[in-house]
């Protein structure tokens, strides 16, 4: 079982930023990627970005590759999403997630193959 900490989330106005972070714990081991997801009001879930562990390839929704950045700290176990020029359309609950399967570039943004997943984070975005 793989249980998380997750944080940062928060309102911001449009073109400001948020860092959320993802701490999981427990069975930390069995998951060999991690991603971000996010769902918006009235919305399906929609993957963010996608991290293979350890150090393999980082995958971004071409919509946000620009503005957003995964990245991992290996001692802490935490991983973070860096969001810039935020817009109101990212207005969303934030959620990570691991996997015990290795997602390449067809399947990270799939929630079907997340196993365990964090309790969210609201980021609103709005003036």
């Known amino acids: 079982q793989v249980e998380f900490v997750q944080s940062g989330g928060g309102l911001v106005q449009p073109g400001g930023s948020l860092r959320l972070s993802c701490t999981p714990s427990?069975?930390?081991?069995?998951?060999?990627?991690i991603g971000w997801f996010r769902q918006a009001s009235g919305k399906e879930r929609e993957g963010v970005s996608s991290m293979s562990t350890p150090g393999g390839t980082t995958y971004y929704a071409e919509s946000m590759k620009d503005r957003f950045t995964m990245s991992r700290d290996i001692f802490t176990n935490t991983v973070y999403l860096q969001m810039n020029s935020l817009k109101p359309e990212d207005t969303a609950v934030y959620y990570c997630?691991?996997?015990?399967?290795?997602?390449?570039?067809?399947?990270?943004?799939?929630?079907?193959?997340?196993?365990?997943w964090g309790q969210g984070s609201q980021v609103t975005v709005s003036s």
């Open positions: 427990g069975r930390t081991l069995d998951y060999s990627a």
């Open positions: 997630a691991t996997s015990q399967g290795h997602l390449d570039g067809s399947r990270w943004y799939r929630a079907y193959f997340y196993d365990h």
